[in-house]
């Protein structure tokens, strides 16, 4: 057990560099001061008094439906001039919050805040920020479950929305420690009061996770405890971890079972039909989710398979079948599934969810397999309206940046990503993907300095490359540019999209022949396999042969390439402007979002 005392002194170790206690709430990468006002960074966003009571009553209320008539009541009480001004206010309060999915409008029924929403800290009582480090395994303990544990632990305790405590996003954390940084440099980048580190050991038949609380700044333990679980009963490690976090940690929730409702494993008699199986779903699942960490297209292949089944022996599992679908469009994604694969395996997953309201992180997955399989954007739009609730994570944060780039909203990914970089400083593909947005934006001098940070903060990183290749052989910088792609290629050989990129630079250094090279090796691979082309259109731009360049982008299409829309909206294909076939395609993005208004003014 622990004393008040040391819970005290635990809760109450805060860094100089926490949000200032003035804030009354922080949602959607703003905040809301204690004097009504609301910022994006250091940029003040303007609101009228009636905007802001209403933007407070939703936030006091977020992530409930709030009706017109209690919004009517909240802002002119029984003032008859509140009747018809709802929906004109709500209307501009939505014009100047991005991304725009952040309040709802649900039909006939009223407006939800969607975003999640954390309540500032009280005067001397600011958040105290929390960093779970991965757990280091021992002998004989599968190196995926140190960090699948510290992962799911730091997942569970941010759920709980506590008023007084801040998860960091995990992401940032496993790059720092990827990059060999200490605890305390970790506590100095990310700004953290309190480190979570640990060891998981294999002892005879039983696991044990030795888990310490350090404090930021001067690394000072402030306590250990050490947990015993039989090695088969591997999910009992993590409950029993959350619960013992939410004691230490005062949470005003002690319930942390990852299937709320559901049967507790730790609970659960020994004897139980089923249990066994229950426990080997969820071992594969966690197993599942480290294998596909990587672009290494054998390991998101073996994760295909793990969490197909973890699916098939524990169908009470949802986790397993939105990881599922998730995985799919990863690998579309990187040109290892061929799209209608993924719609087919995705939608399968989703199906056997039998409350998709107990599984909403599926949504987005859905939502954008529906834009860019199906070409149905309204359905898309309801997807992502439904979901936009959900905070930052490795998935989320993705799936809404490319859905809206793809429909060419380059504003609101950029704002989207600059958000998501404020929690999650340190996420590689954060970074990559802003200077991606930038240049499809035509924000040419900030994409390339982007890029350039992104390399020097993560040199070894496969989408930093990726991209890097992109932009610097786009903007002159060949030489670096070809050196890149062709490491990446060499180090991912199944990687198609790194094969084009590297054609793509060997062609802006002027290596035609070679670039060619590549190109024909992709056509022959495809002729046995699927290939991603969607990048070969670019390399053929770059050669002189737009008809070529067209062709592939005619294959993309008709496939249901994921890239499609994107490569459209790509400078390097500003050559083809004006082509009438290019412009054909060009024009179905805006058919698509008519098709998708009339459809939402026909349901009104």
Request: net charge negative; with cysteine.
């Amino acid at each position: 057990m622990i004393s008040g005392n040391l819970l005290g002194a635990t809760m109450n170790v805060v860094s100089d560099k926490n949000e200032a206690p003035e804030t009354k709430y922080r949602f959607a990468g703003l905040r809301l001061e204690c004097d009504g006002t609301l910022r994006r960074g250091e940029s003040v966003i303007a609101l009228t008094a009636r905007e802001l009571a209403a933007l407070e009553f939703l936030l006091a209320h977020a992530g409930q439906i709030v009706t017109t008539q209690q919004l009517r009541q909240a802002l002119w009480g029984d003032d008859p001039a509140g009747v018809g001004n709802v929906g004109s206010c709500m209307k501009s309060l939505c014009a100047r919050l991005l991304p725009d999915e952040c309040l709802q409008a649900i039909y006939k029924r009223g407006y939800r805040l969607a975003a999640e929403v954390w309540r500032g800290g009280q005067a001397g009582q600011p958040l105290t920020r929390l960093a779970i480090l991965p757990f280091v395994t021992g002998y004989g303990v599968a190196e995926h479950l140190g960090a699948a544990i510290a992962d799911q632990s730091a997942a569970r305790l941010a759920a709980l929305h506590s008023p007084r405590l801040a998860v960091l996003a995990h992401d940032s954390v496993c790059t720092l420690v990827r990059q060999g940084k200490t605890t305390q440099q970790i506590s100095a980048a990310l700004h953290a009061d309190l480190l979570l580190a640990g060891s998981l050991n294999a002892a005879d038949a039983h696991l044990r996770l030795r888990v310490e609380m350090v404090r930021g700044g001067d690394a000072a333990s402030l306590w250990v405890e050490d947990l015993f679980v039989e090695q088969n009963r591997l999910a009992d490690l993590e409950f029993e971890l959350a619960e013992r976090m939410a004691f230490r940690l005062e949470s005003e929730s002690a319930s942390l079972s990852p299937r709320s409702g559901q049967l507790s494993l730790s609970a659960a008699s020994a004897d139980e039909p089923g249990l066994a199986r229950q426990r080997e779903a969820y071992e594969l699942l966690l197993r599942g989710r480290y294998e596909w960490q990587t672009m290494q297209r054998h390991h998101m292949q073996d994760g295909l398979r793990h969490l197909q089944r973890a699916s098939e022996l524990d169908p009470a599992l949802p986790e397993a079948k939105i990881d599922l679908a998730h995985l799919c469009v990863r690998q579309t994604l990187h040109g290892y599934m061929a799209p209608s694969v993924e719609a087919e395996l995705s939608r399968r997953a989703a199906a056997s969810i039998p409350d998709l309201h107990q599984a909403e992180s599926i949504l987005p997955a859905m939502g954008w397999i529906a834009f860019h399989a199906d070409h149905n954007l309204g359905e898309a739009r309801r997807a992502f309206s439904l979901s936009a609730h959900l905070p930052h994570s490795q998935w989320t944060t993705p799936l809404r940046c490319i859905f809206a780039l793809s429909r060419h909203r380059f504003a609101e990914a950029i704002g989207l990503l600059r958000a998501a970089l404020l929690a999650d400083p340190f996420s590689p593909w954060l970074h990559n993907r802003l200077a991606w947005a930038c240049h499809l934006a035509g924000e040419r001098a900030e994409s390339v300095a982007l890029i350039h940070k992104a390399l020097a903060l993560f040199p070894e990183h496969e989408k930093d490359s990726f991209y890097g290749a992109i932009l610097l052989a786009y903007n002159g910088e060949t030489t670096r540019a070809s050196q890149l792609a062709k490491l990446l290629a060499e180090a991912s050989p199944y990687f198609d999209p790194a094969t084009s990129v590297y054609a793509y630079a060997l062609a802006c250094e002027g290596r035609h022949g070679e670039a060619r090279t590549l190109l024909d090796r992709l056509q022959w691979l495809g002729r046995e396999r699927f290939v991603l082309r969607a990048f070969n259109p670019a390399v053929y731009v770059a050669l002189e042969e737009p008809e070529n360049a067209l062709a592939e982008l005619r294959a993309a299409e008709q496939t249901r390439c994921p890239w499609f829309f994107q490569m459209l909206a790509d400078p390097r294909l500003a050559a083809l402007r004006g082509h009438p076939e290019f412009e054909r395609m060009r024009a179905i993005l805006p058919r698509m979002e008519a098709e998708a208004e009339n459809e939402a003014s026909f349901e009104i």
